[in-house]
């Protein structure tokens, strides 16, 4: 086997000409594995075997389901970790979002049509239930106030398309640029259109108060679309959910064009692939999706690819070429977490399905070239940073000099630790937390392994301190993170409470 060094090469041209297949990849995953959760895997046993497999966040897709149902997601996720201690799980619910819907068929029947067949959309409430081949009812009100004669209109995920004719009151005369078949309830898409619609149905309202009642650790906010979307949401959580991480789904040209306002406001950002490549041209998806990564990264924002990534293992024991190809290039651009969908959820083949994605993110990461990316990081980097950023800067370029086998990071709120991750270590980051729900959301961030420490904290400070140090290192040598002997780079505060990272030292793990 071909173990790569990263020593004297300095830049990335130079590092990817000497890539091998023979590599021999670095022991642990840095990178988090989201799986949906569906019939196929709500229950104990499952949901024990995909963690042991690598997964790291539960996905509840609040567009299906009951709450009983996504109760007992729950309840299955947290009654496998009593069961099988191990790495602390996270829970994420993804909103259903605003969205626009076609009525329902007359007498409930579908309507084939084909290309050049000219029809009316309307928002007229009569034909809410009695649509036909020549009137569709679409339940946006204020469609025929966005759209303009030559704008396409996509119906169900984009199967059929429709070019707009003539824009009336309450009428769209639209004419089919494809065969297809109409039916009720079908998903429209407005591409290149800014739609005002709410960012929070009742239905995301009442979705989210149940997350908080439940304790949920993260929401995946669905078509957000700017800056205030995120605010609303927050609004709507409340001081009861001011803890949960809030991920925004960027699925549209609206999205897209106000990422930067999203991202001031977001803890991360979703690269949604599916409606996003219906609302722009596909071709340009991954220029989207390039963007939002590197941006997130010089954030310092989590960032997650999703969408697609191994559809095929639904159904086939083995994926395409091209879709590890896809989850190794998502890990390469820089995402921190890659997302199973209907793999898990509705698939034939769940545990090979996350298997297969924790392979190929293992030696994906094996394949980044880490001293030149900590130096484009930090050199675009703005300055002054404040304290706890330059000590987590610091720590990482004490941990490629001193080649340490960990940083060890004692956090209650999981900034210091997002910040370590910002800067892309090649070493494991230890995050030690008194903090329960900060153990869960730190799977967010590249290279971060959360443990929970329930001891009580002393009277005497370092000695507090030197007491997590320790368990830390016990855990992390027990765990094969890194070995005895190893250098060890330490971040603390030097009081306790948020905001005073202060303080690092350079140990050897004993």
């Known amino acids: 086997m071909v173990y790569f060094s990263d020593d004297a090469i300095m830049n990335n041209l130079e590092w990817v000409s000497s890539l091998s297949i023979d590599v021999e990849p670095s022991a642990v995953r840095r990178s988090s594995i989201i799986c949906t959760i569906g019939p196929k895997t709500n229950n104990v046993e499952m949901i024990t075997a995909l963690r042991k497999e690598g997964m790291n966040i539960v996905r509840m897709n609040f567009s299906h389901g009951s709450y009983e149902y996504h109760k007992s997601v729950i309840d299955n996720t947290r009654q496998s970790c009593l069961e099988t201690p191990g790495k602390p799980v996270a829970i ?5 979002g605003p969205e626009i819907r076609t009525g329902l068929m007359k007498d409930g029947v ?67 640029l494809n065969n297809g078949k109409l039916s009720s309830k079908k998903g429209v898409n407005l591409p290149k259109t800014n739609v005002d619609l709410p960012a929070l149905s009742e239905k995301d309202k009442a979705d989210l108060k149940f997350g908080v009642e439940q304790g949920v650790d993260i929401i995946f906010a669905s078509f957000i679309r700017s800056g205030e979307d995120v605010r609303e949401i927050r609004r709507v959580l409340g001081d009861a959910g001011k803890h949960i991480k809030i991920i925004s789904k960027i699925e549209n040209h609206q999205g897209v064009h106000n990422f930067d306002d999203i991202l001031a406001e977001t803890d991360g950002v979703m690269v949604a692939r599916g409606d996003l490549g219906i609302e722009i041209p596909c071709s340009t998806v991954f220029l989207a999706q390039k963007m939002m990564i590197a941006k997130c990264n010089l954030a310092g924002k989590s960032v997650i690819c999703a969408t697609q990534m191994l559809e095929s293992m639904t159904y086939n024991p083995r994926p395409t070429r091209a879709e590890v190809s896809d989850v190794a290039n998502a890990i390469l651009d820089g995402a921190d977490c890659v997302m199973l969908s209907g793999e898990t959820a509705k698939g034939s083949y769940p545990l090979e399905a996350v298997r297969t994605m924790h392979e ?15 130096n484009e990081l930090r050199d675009l980097t703005p300055r002054p940073t404040k304290t ?59 290279g971060c392994y959360p443990y929970y420490y329930e001891i009580e904290r002393g009277t005497d400070w370092q000695e507090d301190v030197d007491a997590r140090l320790k368990y830390g290192m016990k855990r992390g040598i027990e765990d094969g993170l890194f070995k005895k002997g190893d250098v060890v780079v330490m971040i603390q505060g030097w009081k306790g409470g948020l905001g005073n990272t202060n303080t690092l030292r350079v140990l050897h793990a004993e």
């Open 388 to 446: 706890t950023e330059t000590v987590a800067i610091s720590a990482v370029s004490a941990a490629h000099e001193q080649a340490a086998g960990a940083i060890i990071v004692l956090t209650t709120s999981g900034t210091t630790a997002r910040l370590v991750s910002k800067y892309r270590p090649k070493c494991p980051i230890i995050c030690l937390t008194r903090s329960a729900p900060t153990a869960r959301q730190v799977h967010l961030h590249r």
């Open 360 to 374: 190929t993110c293992l030696l994906a990461e094996s394949a980044i070239c880490y001293p030149p990316l900590f």
């Open 92 to 96: 994420a619910l993804d909103t259903k």
């Open 110 to 176: 579908d309507v084939p049509f084909t290309a050049g067949h000219q029809m009316t959309f309307t928002t007229d409430e009569t034909y809410a239930e009695s649509s036909t081949d020549q009137v569709l009812y679409i339940d946006y009100k204020n469609i025929t106030k966005v759209l303009e004669p030559g704008k396409t209109i996509y119906v169900d995920d984009g199967v059929m398309s429709f070019r707009v004719l003539e824009v009336g009151d309450k009428d769209l005369k639209v004419e089919a």
